[in-house]
């Protein structure tokens, strides 16, 4: 029995060894590995999971060494995928946090090794939040019949239903928003099948219906008034149309819009004369953290869609005063489209108050179709406007928020096919400089590469949002809407 | 013993004949009457050969039934294939039925009894939406059954029937009630013990079941309705024939235990007549023969065999938009659109585009990009495959992913055709094609040189406007204004405006493009013309149009039997039901 033992130790040794010596041999490529996605140069929370990676080409093993100032690990895998160590990788992660870690791979094909030249990633000290919560959905443009909204633990790849359609068949839900960053406050918009907005508070739901006599259709995209008193919504009436040709396929149009705020405690909506315009088109509201100013993009109405090139949206802010529910009657343009020439959308303001973030690109308010919409950066400071260039690609960059440390931005990106939307996550400093941003990682390397599904309306959150779907259908389908009152002495 | 020996072989060789015949039926009844309906149900998923696609079916009921189920139907891609599982598997069905029956009283049950649930299966198998997946878990729940039924300690064997609830959900779905049907039964019929506590046992059975399923419901996020039921559908008639088919088995049970042998002829006339009921009613009332003709004709559409889809079009003439929608697409495919027009039956615009929306069902939907396709206008026949492969069944379907690489490549969007490929690569039937349309990514001098991508990208609309999904005219213009001599598209246009009733776009489309007929002028086109001219005879040159003298006769003793009858069209339908001035004036669609 011992010398069988010593047997199997002596082979298991022999072929390390032949293993190691072949390594040794292995010829330098004078290039960075072709893997996918691409990590070289990126920067990454100290909490987040293995960046698992592929080496493009049919390889056959692969060794990767991750080395820091504070440690390293080698890991083999069979194959052209990594699967990296969740412990091992968040020791290294937490012992080099503000410093680099170089990976260096070795790939096997068929005439030996090869070795590359080591890519690096730099780990911010800075933690992300510990979930990001988003929407699964296909492109389909018009139409949808699948979606769901999911909650993913981001130190890990697990990933939590919130609401689905398999317990709300036809039922289209988004706008899910939380009141900074924390779980317990938060709006989830459902239309068709089950229609109505659920309210999160105080470990309550409710389900609210926002279409009232004073305004012309439900509310949608909601902001928290960091007070958890107030939710500003706009008012949106959307159609799609489609390209003839050209690569873009499609364009949500703007036919209307107007801008209301929601009192969560009286049940009960106002707004004013410069947040329903009969001249303008006012949506995507969004509170500065102290409350006192609403941001919003605004248009001048317009005969759609005849006029969708000429819809052009600025950004705007307003005064609110939460004690009084006063809306002021000035609005400051901050961005002006006469000047830029570009519309701007989807401002989201960190939570320092200094930075908004905007979606700008040519033409509309909804930038998820425009290719040429990139992310921008307002220091409110400063008055800088500026691209975030290492965050933007030549596909369409949408959908944005930020991290409760204001250290982390995630948006929604096509640019990977063009069709489909992913998850980028990208590190701001405290300057408003950004850094490479990196992918949303997944368990399986290849995982993107046939995944059917676009992620959409990415939100950081703090903790885990503790609903069941269970619960979630139960107040869908079961609870009455609340019908709440407009207020029309503002 | 001689003669124990001629009745055994007698009874093998009607047994052996009855299975000869009940597989042999179902095979050539699906082969024959219903292969449309096989190719389908291929087409509408995806069935991959990775170890994620194989875990995904854990996430769900009915693991086993779903995963046994979805590998199966991949092979409905070969001729005869789909068909033959079915009949194999209602044989399957029909043996494990007669075994389960011996552990119920070891007599004879006969073919016909047990034949009963098998053809309520079968009628199953007449519904599109119905899975193989849904008889697969009913098999495997009855299998279950009666391998725990060998179990020869009561108090053990029940318990297992109670600990087994959960997992047999997990193995079968909704067939789980077949397994504790039978086993309930199984426990008074042929159990002993004192009836108290079987009764109890029978509670505490049913509470198990329902609290596990409470319980899954959560991680299985599903529906009550699904929760009961699945892989089996919500929707009536399936949900209740498959209720039916419980029913059917507890009482065959039920009825063999008690009845004695030998079996009264009354009995079997009964059961007979009952067979002959359920096979007959179940092909007339779930049958659906309309649906299999356009599903004949979709076959032949998607495996490019554009003749013989043309002549099943013709043959069938089915009247409703999907016949003809593919009445005109085929017909457009062999470019005899305008002269086949009013020879099939028109349903109204519906009949030239099928429209593409949440209120469509997958299967029209799935249809819908054919004529976008065929046409050239590949970024609406873009938008009804992705809209086709979000409704279908299973949000992956081999047929749909086909038509996006096509698409993709045609627009040049590589990376996008390239998932779809990858994809396509794991799965059997579809990795061959896949690894040919893999030539044409990023590699544009071959493209230039392919006809298929070369072609579509020549119709492709240069003009870049908005349109609504169903915005058809807007569509067809484009691809005229692109290529003026894109016949097949002049002629959806020009049958669009025909569709409704509309002479003076027709007039004006027709006298732009005039060139295109070069003396050749349709028939319908020339009986329009007429009515233009009558309309507005200074509006055109309209003496320039190729008009036959028969037509014009015609025409002459059509507005002379119009005003002598006063309009009234029953007395004109006998003679000029075919033309146009006859569908100008009486002609009017009702939605389906």
């Known amino acids: 029995m011992n010398r069988k033992k010593f047997l199997y130790i002596f082979l298991i040794l022999l072929s390390v060894s032949c293993h190691r010596s072949e390594i040794r041999e292995a010829s330098e490529e004078d290039c960075f590995p072709p893997i996918f996605p691409d990590l070289n140069e990126v920067t990454i929370p100290p909490n987040v999971a293995p960046l698992n990676f592929l080496v493009e080409g049919g390889y056959e093993q692969l060794k990767v060494e991750l080395t820091g100032n504070n440690g390293r690990f080698t890991q083999y895998f069979k194959g052209n995928k990594t699967r990296l160590d969740p412990s091992k990788w968040q020791e290294l992660l937490h012992n080099n946090s503000g410093q680099s870690i170089f990976i260096r791979v070795f790939a096997k094909e068929q005439k030996g090794w090869k070795k590359f030249r080591p890519f690096t990633i730099s780990v911010a000290r800075e933690p992300v939040d510990d979930y990001l919560v988003y929407r699964l959905i296909m492109p389909g443009f018009q139409t949808w019949n699948n979606m769901g909204i999911y909650q993913r633990q981001m130190s890990s790849f697990k990933q939590e239903t919130i609401a689905d359609s398999r317990l709300l068949p036809g039922t289209c839900m988004n706008c899910h928003t939380f009141l900074q960053n924390a779980p317990d406050n938060m709006v989830l918009h459902l239309r068709e099948n089950n229609s109505g907005t659920v309210l999160r508070q105080n470990q309550q739901l409710r389900k609210i219906n926002t279409k009232s006599e004073g305004t012309f259709s439900a509310a949608g995209f909601p902001y928290w008034h960091p007070s958890g008193k107030f939710v500003a919504f706009s008012i949106n009436k959307v159609k799609q149309v489609f390209h003839s040709t050209g690569p873009v396929r499609a364009h949500a149009i703007d036919m209307n819009s107007d801008m209301a705020i929601y009192d969560v405690e009286q049940n009960e909506m106002f707004s004013s004369d410069v947040l329903m315009s009969e001249q303008a088109f006012e949506a995507f509201p969004c509170f500065s953290p102290d409350g006192g100013t609403l941001y919003f993009v605004s248009s001048k109405s317009g005969s759609l869609p005849e006029d969708q090139h000429e819809m052009k949206y600025s950004l705007c802010a307003v005064s609110f005063d939460a004690q009084t529910k006063k809306i002021g009657a000035e609005v400051d343009t901050l961005i002006s489209a006469a000047v830029t020439g570009k519309s701007v959308s989807i401002p989201r303001i960190s939570p320092d108050g200094r930075f908004l973030m905007v979606c700008l690109f040519d033409y509309g308010n909804f930038p998820s179709y425009n290719p040429e919409s990139d992310l921008y950066l307002l220091d409110l400071h400063t008055k800088a406007f500026y691209p975030l260039e290492l965050l933007n690609s ?92 407009f207020d029309n002495s503002h | 013993m001689i003669l124990g020996s001629k009745n055994i072989t007698s009874r093998g060789i009607w047994t052996g004949s009855w299975a000869l015949l009940l597989t042999g039926g179902a095979f050539l009844f699906f082969v024959l009457k219903y292969p449309g309906h096989f190719y389908f149900a291929e087409q509408m998923q995806l069935f991959r050969l990775t170890p994620e696609h194989i875990l995904h079916y854990w996430s769900k009921p009915a693991m086993l039934a779903r995963l046994a189920g979805e590998f199966l139907i991949q092979f409905y891609f070969l001729t005869g294939a789909g068909p033959f599982i079915v009949a194999v598997l209602l044989l399957s069905g029909w043996f494990l039925i007669r075994a389960v029956l011996k552990r119920f009283g070891n007599r004879r049950s006969g073919v016909i009894l047990p034949s009963l649930p098998v053809a309520i299966l079968f009628v199953l198998h007449l519904d599109l939406s119905y899975s193989l997946s849904a008889t697969l878990g009913f098999l495997l729940a009855v299998l279950f059954f009666w391998l725990f039924s060998f179990i020869g300690n009561s108090l053990v064997r029940r318990v297992l029937f109670l600990f087994a609830l959960p997992l047999i959900y997990w193995l079968t779905g909704g067939a789980v009630f077949v397994f504790a049907g039978l086993a309930v039964l199984f426990e008074h019929l042929v159990a002993k013990g004192k009836l108290s506590f079987r009764l109890i046992w029978s509670g505490l059975l049913a509470v198990v079941l329902l609290s596990s399923l409470e319980l899954l419901r959560l991680p299985f996020r599903l529906t009550y309705a699904e929760l009961f039921l699945f892989p089996v559908q919500f929707r009536i008639p399936q949900a209740i024939i498959w209720i039916l088919l419980q029913v059917t088995l507890g009482v065959v049970v039920v009825v ?6 030998p079996v009264a002829r009354g009995w079997l006339f009964a059961e007979t007549l009952l067979l002959v009921w359920v096979i007959g009613a179940g092909i007339s009332f779930v049958g659906n ?40 697409l085929t017909n457009s495919y062999l470019g005899q659109m305008p002269e086949m027009f009013f020879k099939g039956r028109q349903t109204g615009l519906k009949g030239l585009f099928l429209p593409v929306d949440n209120r469509q069902n997958y299967v029209t939907i799935t249809f819908s990009n054919e004529v976008y396709y065929h046409l050239g206008d590949v970024n609406a026949a873009q938008h009804s495959a992705l809209l086709g492969m979000i409704f279908s069944p299973h949000q992956q379907s081999s047929r749909l992913i086909r038509r996006l690489v096509q698409i993709n490549i045609i627009n040049g969007e590589y990376a996008v055709a390239a998932k779809y490929l990858r994809i396509l690569e794991t799965t059997w039937f579809h990795r061959d094609w896949a690894k040919q349309m893999s030539q044409y990514l990023y590699n544009d001098s071959l493209c230039a040189q392919t006809f298929w991508i070369k072609g579509k990208r020549d119709q492709q609309p240069v003009t870049a406007v908005l349109k609504t999904t169903n915005d058809q005219e807007k569509t067809l213009k484009l691809l005229l204004e692109k290529k003026p001599d894109h016949e097949a598209a002049l002629h959806y246009l020009l049958c669009f405006y025909l569709m409704n009733k509309n002479i003076a776009d027709f007039s004006e489309t027709f006298f732009q493009n005039r060139v295109v007929f070069k003396g050749n ?70 939605d389906e």
Request: charge should be neutral.
């Open chain 1, 394 to 485: 030549p596909d369409v960059e949408s959908y944005h928020s930020w991290s409760s440390n204001g250290r982390w931005v995630v948006f929604s990106s096509r640019r990977m096919d063009g069709l489909y939307s992913h998850i980028y996550i990208g590190y701001i400093d405290s300057d408003g400089q950004p850094r490479k941003p990196f992918l949303l990682p997944q368990k399986d390397a290849a995982f993107y590469s046939t995944f059917l599904y676009s992620f959409n309306l990415p939100e950081f959150v703090v903790r885990r949002v503790d609903i069941s779907a269970i619960d979630f259908e139960r107040t869908a389908k079961e609870s009455s809407a609340e019908q709440l009152r």
């Open chain 2, 256 to 261: 063999h235990f008690f009845r004695s042998e």
């Open chain 2, 289 to 328: 023969f309309r649906l299999e003709k356009n599903l004949a004709v979709d076959s032949q559409v998607y495996f490019e065999n554009y003749f013989e889809a043309a002549r099943l079009a013709r043959k069938y003439n089915v009247g409703n938009s999907v016949g003809a929608y593919y009445y005109n």
């Open chain 2, 521 to 590: 002028l349709p028939e319908i086109y020339q009986q329009a013309l007429l009515i233009g001219y009558a309309q507005n005879p200074s509006r055109y040159d309209w003496r320039k149009i190729a008009l036959s003298p028969d037509v014009a006769a015609r025409f002459k003793k059509y507005t002379e039997q119009f005003e002598k009858q006063q309009g009234q069209g029953e007395h004109l339908r006998k003679e000029f039901e075919n033309t146009y001035w006859f569908f100008f004036h009486y002609a009017d669609f009702k």
